[in-house]
């Protein structure tokens, strides 16, 4: 697994933020089991509802390349502790896995390895939604 570049690539995404409101500056990293990596920042409007969190825009840019199956995602943040993802980009990345391997990094080199089962163990399955 390329785990050094992914986490690599997450944070120069987070570099990349645009968070002039919450001064939060995310960056996601996802790695593809077909080997791509797709990278995502925050980017915040001053409609707070308009803006889109790091981790949604790399899966988002992912499945817009046809890319399904993920391998990791690494989060970085410019904060003290490495911080997860926020309830919907877990709800997203619950629609593609129940098991994804999740790293959390910060800038200070802080490093916290988790999965979406650890973070959402109880997500809206898709599965609920079949036969409407």
């Known amino acids: 697994m390329k785990k050094n570049e ?4 997450a944070i120069e995404a987070m570099n990349k933020a645009y968070a002039p409101y919450s001064k939060f500056k995310v ?4 790695l593809t089991k077909s080997g791509k990596i797709f990278t995502g920042c925050n980017i ?3 409609s707070y509802g308009a803006s889109v969190c790091a981790e949604r825009v790399a899966i988002f840019k992912a499945v817009s390349e046809g890319e399904y199956e993920f391998e990791l995602l690494v989060v970085a ?3 003290d502790e490495p911080s997860p993802p926020c309830g919907i980009c877990r709800q997203v990345i619950s629609e593609f896995s129940n098991d994804l391997p ?3 990094v910060n800038e200070k080199g802080s490093i916290i390895e988790t999965n979406i089962k650890e973070l959402l163990p109880f997500p809206f399955l898709k599965e609920k939604l079949d036969g409407r």
Request: proline share 0%; aromatic share 0%.
């Open 77 to 79: 943040t410019k904060t």
């Open 27 to 30: 960056g996601a990293a996802l």
């Open 44 to 46: 915040e409007n001053s």
């Open 102 to 104: 999740i790293i959390l």
């Open 6 to 9: 992914v986490i690599e690539k």
